[in-house]
């Protein structure tokens, strides 16, 4: 209850504040110093643009935390994070607006981070790439044209920050709950001539909440840049490795509720010990060399080359298994140890030419990648076959070739800014998939998307600005949706159609935005639960969906002591029609056997993982600014977040819902200034009250027809009927803490 509370009074502060007069503060936006001499970047949106869009600097993010980016990004509007490991390091997740990572275009300066086939950001192999990052754009909705994948909820642009010109050193140490420690080291040349360079390392470890679920992650980075006259050059390279115990298959529903929230069932053995190597391993590498040359005040071109490398593999231990799946010449049933690996190279291009003139500024782009993936997986040890020796059981070998070009324009006339935006993006994807007799064999799949947008804002005065937005994106289906489906039946492409209206208003004081939205899809991939003709379960397109919803922002600096924020979305996600299909068995006079599949017909149902009311807010106090003393920069933030109910599948079964759930957070920082040295000390604590939450999930429904009903207990969850839920939830962390020492001169 007190949850639901905090979230009312959000909303009536947001509502509130509409109408407060505002005097002399520091607004939250972007420093200018930051977008000065900056990259050409077409995804990158101004003030005035019209596009439902939140910029962040570091500053505004607790950059001090071990935790990965999705969770620094919850409490931005409509967001959601959760982690595997329920401490938010390691594998961890972000949705906006209910859409997941492969739904949101994530871009470092202007390159694509997206994986070209999964299309997921696996923000694990970037850990701590906060403290490269100038800033960050989160683009709510489809958005300005970006290249890689298309977004189809959100896109988030991450500019990093360039060596700065003095010379500095910044370390950071932190220790905290769960084992969880952090060490970052980073060093500013400053000027050396016209030549400058950044260089950092940071390693991040934690044992994570759920049972087994380390994280042992290291990253570093190189920032290089050179000045010639009117041509700037910048040599980039960030290196991310990690090594994580499985913790993606979830705590089963009856361990949870029966009292072992932490249950982890990975690397289950057949002597119910666990394996100890059941781990996610893995290297990339992201390098770019990046031209900037400026003809004119009026005129810039740059030109991107960058390279993505990546290799490593998954550990399993397997009970149990049929040995003529694996191979043709040997037979029998054995526990075995088998790696999954995946070693692929991304290599393109970008050139972005920028031309103001008069009234308007044209931007003009181009992108062409072309990305070598290979799929192969290693049989290490069969332990009934003591002199096996380690062979590969599978290689699938997949090539992705992608080519866009847009253009984008702003006409201002006055108090009126006029959007347009125009891109094409054809791309080609070779695979190993189903033949028209079973096989597998070579598959290819060819893609043209044209994406318009359009977009008018108008300054009612120079503090208050409106706009309204309509776009159209294009996406193609995943690496999965190709492999897993029969030649005869390939899934379509997704299409997105875009409305967005909302308002904005920036004084000294009070930073406020509201909007609504209407995303309304054509084809939207979803699982349904349907087998198809070569026995897998994949993703069906369903022919009409949407979500539209209305977000509230806020920052108002109450007084030179006092600040709040906080944002509100409220939402309706649907499917209008959708088909469930059910596996159903038998089990009658002690003959066990699979029947066809029921399939029940849904209308109006809720999009998956879609709560129709997320609260954020936030009251930041500086008690002793006017002291002048050792305090007087002591901050003390508590925040609350609320995410209401949300459904794990996408035909609103009450009995795979997730609870709505809050909690509240404290952070204390305490800045110390000893000359031309800089001590801060950062305290979090996470979840004070020790609230029980479940982020996330996963479930599968099936039906078995028997005179004796499964019992409740690990597998099933009895819905009556004959009908069952097998449920996997991902509970996050109760009260834990962590704590960091910053030095920097």
């Given at each position: 209850?007190r949850?639901i509370?905090t979230c009312?009074?959000?909303i009536v502060?947001?509502?509130?504040?509409?109408?407060l007069?505002?005097?002399?503060?520091?607004?939250?936006?972007?420093?200018?110093?930051?977008?000065?001499?900056v990259e050409?970047?077409?995804?990158?949106?101004g003030?005035n643009?019209?596009?439902?869009?939140?910029?962040?600097?570091?500053?505004?993010?607790?950059t001090?935390?071990?935790?990965?980016?999705?969770?620094?990004?919850n409490?931005?509007?409509?967001?959601?994070s959760?982690?595997d490991?329920?401490?938010?390091?390691?594998?961890?997740?972000?949705r906006?607006r209910g859409?997941d990572?492969?739904?949101?275009?994530?871009?470092?300066?202007?390159v694509p981070?997206?994986d070209a086939?999964?299309?997921?950001?696996?923000w694990v192999?970037?850990?701590?790439i906060?403290q490269d990052?100038?800033?960050?754009q989160?683009?709510?909705?489809v958005?300005t044209?970006?290249f890689?994948p298309?977004?189809?909820?959100?896109s988030?642009?991450?500019?990093t920050?360039?060596?700065?010109?003095?010379f500095g050193?910044d370390?950071?140490?932190?220790?905290?709950?769960?084992?969880s420690?952090?060490y970052?080291?980073?060093?500013?040349?400053?000027?050396?001539?016209k030549?400058?360079?950044r260089?950092r390392?940071?390693r991040?470890?934690?044992?994570g909440?759920i049972?087994r679920?380390?994280?042992?992650?290291?990253?570093?980075?190189?920032?290089?840049?050179y000045?010639?006259g009117?041509?700037?050059?910048?040599?980039n390279?960030?290196?991310?490795?990690?090594?994580t115990?499985?913790?993606?298959?979830?705590?089963?529903?009856f361990?949870?509720?029966n009292?072992d929230k932490?249950?982890?069932?990975?690397?289950?053995k057949?002597d119910?010990?666990?394996?100890d190597?059941?781990?996610?391993?893995?290297t990339?590498?992201?390098?770019r060399f990046?031209?900037?040359h400026?003809?004119?005040s009026?005129?810039?071109l740059q030109?991107?080359?960058?390279?993505?490398y990546?290799t490593?593999?998954?550990?399993?231990?397997?009970?149990?298994q049929?040995?003529?799946?694996y191979f043709?010449?040997?037979?029998?049933y054995?526990?075995l140890?088998?790696?999954?690996?995946?070693?692929?190279?991304?290599?393109?291009?970008?050139?972005?030419?920028?031309?103001s003139?008069?009234?308007m500024?044209h931007?003009?782009?181009?992108n062409?990648?072309?990305?070598?993936g290979?799929?192969f997986?290693?049989?290490?040890?069969?332990?009934s076959l003591?002199?096996?020796?380690?062979?590969?059981?599978?290689?699938?070998?997949?090539?992705k070739n992608?080519?866009?070009?847009y253009y984008?324009?702003?006409y201002?006339?006055?108090k009126?800014?006029?959007?347009?935006?125009?891109q094409?993006?054809?791309?080609?994807?070779?695979?190993q998939?189903?033949e028209?007799n079973?096989d597998?064999?070579?598959?290819s799949?060819?893609?043209l998307f044209?994406n318009?947008?359009?977009?008018?804002s108008?300054s009612l005065t120079?503090?208050?600005n409106i706009?309204?937005?309509a776009?159209?994106?294009?996406?193609e289906?995943?690496r999965?949706d190709?492999?897993?489906?029969?030649?005869?039946?390939?899934?379509?492409?997704?299409r997105?159609?875009?409305?967005?209206?909302?308002?904005?208003?920036e004084?000294?004081?009070?930073?406020?935005?509201a909007?609504?939205?209407?995303?309304r899809?054509?084809?939207q991939?979803?699982?349904?639960?349907?087998?198809?003709?070569?026995?897998?379960?994949?993703r069906?397109n369903v022919n009409?969906?949407?979500?539209?919803g209305?977000?509230?922002?806020?920052?108002y600096?109450a007084?030179?002591?006092?600040?709040?924020?906080?944002?509100v979305?409220?939402?309706?996600?649907?499917?209008?029609?959708?088909?469930?299909?059910?596996?159903?068995?038998a089990?009658?006079?002690?003959a066990?056997?699979y029947?066809?599949?029921?399939?029940i017909s849904?209308?109006?149902?809720?999009i998956?993982?879609?709560p129709?009311?997320i609260?954020?807010?936030?009251?930041?106090?500086?008690?002793?600014?006017?002291?002048?003393?050792i305090?007087?920069?002591?901050?003390?933030?508590?925040?609350?977040k609320?995410?209401g109910?949300?459904?794990?599948?996408n035909?609103?079964?009450?009995?795979?819902?997730?609870?709505?759930?809050s909690y509240?957070?404290?952070?204390i920082?305490?800045?110390l200034?000893?000359?031309?040295h800089?001590l801060d000390?950062?305290?979090?604590?996470?979840?004070?009250?020790?609230?029980?939450?479940?982020?996330?999930?996963?479930?599968y429904r099936?039906?078995?027809?028997s005179?004796?009903?499964?019992?409740?207990?690990?597998?099933?969850l009895?819905?009556?009927?004959g009908?069952?839920?097998?449920i996997?939830?991902?509970?996050?962390?109760g009260r834990?803490f962590?704590?960091?020492?910053?030095y920097s001169f």
């Amino acid at each position: 209850m007190r949850s639901i509370f905090t979230c009312k009074y959000t909303i009536v502060f947001l509502i509130a504040f509409t109408h407060l007069n505002a005097q002399n503060s520091v607004k939250d936006t972007v420093d200018a110093k930051i977008l000065d001499n900056v990259e050409i970047i077409g995804t990158w949106a101004g003030d005035n643009t019209p596009v439902t869009q939140k910029t962040l600097t570091k500053k505004n993010l607790n950059t001090e935390s071990a935790s990965d980016l999705p969770v620094l990004l919850n409490s931005t509007v409509s967001s959601i994070s959760s982690s595997d490991a329920g401490n938010g390091i390691g594998y961890t997740y972000l949705r906006i607006r209910g859409s997941d990572q492969t739904r949101i275009n994530v871009t470092i300066d202007g390159v694509p981070v997206n994986d070209a086939e999964s299309q997921n950001v696996f923000w694990v192999d970037l850990p701590d790439i906060v403290q490269d990052a100038g800033a960050i754009q989160i683009q709510r909705g489809v958005g300005t044209s970006s290249f890689g994948p298309g977004a189809f909820g959100a896109s988030i642009n991450v500019r990093t920050a360039k060596p700065s010109d003095a010379f500095g050193l910044d370390a950071q140490i932190g220790a905290g709950s769960f084992n969880s420690q952090k060490y970052n080291l980073a060093l500013n040349s400053g000027k050396l001539g016209k030549f400058s360079f950044r260089v950092r390392g940071s390693r991040v470890h934690s044992d994570g909440y759920i049972d087994r679920a380390f994280s042992n992650l290291y990253s570093a980075s190189l920032q290089t840049q050179y000045e010639s006259g009117k041509t700037t050059f910048r040599a980039n390279v960030y290196f991310g490795k990690e090594r994580t115990y499985q913790a993606w298959n979830g705590t089963p529903y009856f361990y949870y509720y029966n009292g072992d929230k932490t249950y982890n069932p990975s690397g289950l053995k057949t002597d119910s010990t666990f394996y100890d190597d059941e781990t996610d391993n893995y290297t990339q590498v992201y390098s770019r060399f990046i031209v900037n040359h400026q003809f004119t005040s009026h005129s810039r071109l740059q030109a991107t080359l960058y390279h993505t490398y990546g290799t490593g593999f998954y550990n399993q231990y397997k009970n149990q298994q049929n040995l003529s799946d694996y191979f043709n010449d040997v037979n029998g049933y054995s526990d075995l140890i088998r790696e999954r690996w995946l070693r692929n190279n991304l290599y393109g291009i970008n050139v972005n030419y920028r031309l103001s003139a008069g009234r308007m500024v044209h931007i003009i782009g181009i992108n062409a990648q072309q990305y070598l993936g290979r799929h192969f997986g290693i049989v290490r040890q069969v332990l009934s076959l003591p002199d096996f020796q380690p062979k590969n059981y599978y290689d699938n070998d997949a090539d992705k070739n992608e080519q866009s070009i847009y253009y984008n324009s702003e006409y201002t006339a006055g108090k009126w800014t006029l959007l347009g935006d125009l891109q094409l993006r054809r791309l080609r994807y070779n695979y190993q998939g189903f033949e028209q007799n079973g096989d597998l064999g070579p598959q290819s799949a060819d893609f043209l998307f044209f994406n318009p947008k359009i977009g008018l804002s108008y300054s009612l005065t120079k503090a208050i600005n409106i706009y309204t937005f309509a776009g159209i994106g294009n996406k193609e289906p995943n690496r999965d949706d190709f492999t897993e489906s029969p030649y005869s039946n390939k899934p379509k492409n997704e299409r997105l159609i875009n409305w967005e209206a909302g308002f904005r208003l920036e004084k000294n004081k009070l930073s406020l935005q509201a909007n609504a939205y209407l995303m309304r899809y054509k084809n939207q991939l979803v699982l349904t639960g349907e087998i198809n003709d070569v026995g897998a379960y994949t993703r069906t397109n369903v022919n009409d969906s949407y979500r539209r919803g209305i977000e509230f922002e806020i920052h108002y600096n109450a007084t030179q002591w006092l600040t709040f924020s906080g944002n509100v979305t409220l939402s309706s996600n649907k499917i209008k029609f959708i088909n469930e299909y059910i596996d159903v068995s038998a089990d009658t006079s002690g003959a066990y056997e699979y029947l066809p599949q029921e399939k029940i017909s849904h209308t109006n149902t809720d999009i998956a993982y879609s709560p129709d009311l997320i609260c954020f807010s936030e009251i930041a106090l500086t008690p002793f600014i006017r002291t002048g003393s050792i305090l007087s920069g002591l901050k003390i933030a508590y925040n609350v977040k609320y995410v209401g109910s949300q459904y794990l599948s996408n035909f609103s079964n009450p009995n795979s819902k997730l609870d709505a759930y809050s909690y509240q957070n404290l952070h204390i920082t305490w800045p110390l200034s000893l000359g031309k040295h800089s001590l801060d000390i950062n305290f979090f604590i996470n979840n004070i009250w020790d609230n029980q939450i479940i982020s996330n999930g996963w479930t599968y429904r099936f039906k078995h027809l028997s005179d004796t009903p499964i019992p409740q207990n690990y597998d099933a969850l009895g819905e009556g009927k004959g009908y069952y839920s097998t449920i996997g939830l991902f509970p996050e962390a109760g009260r834990n803490f962590f704590v960091t020492l910053s030095y920097s001169f």
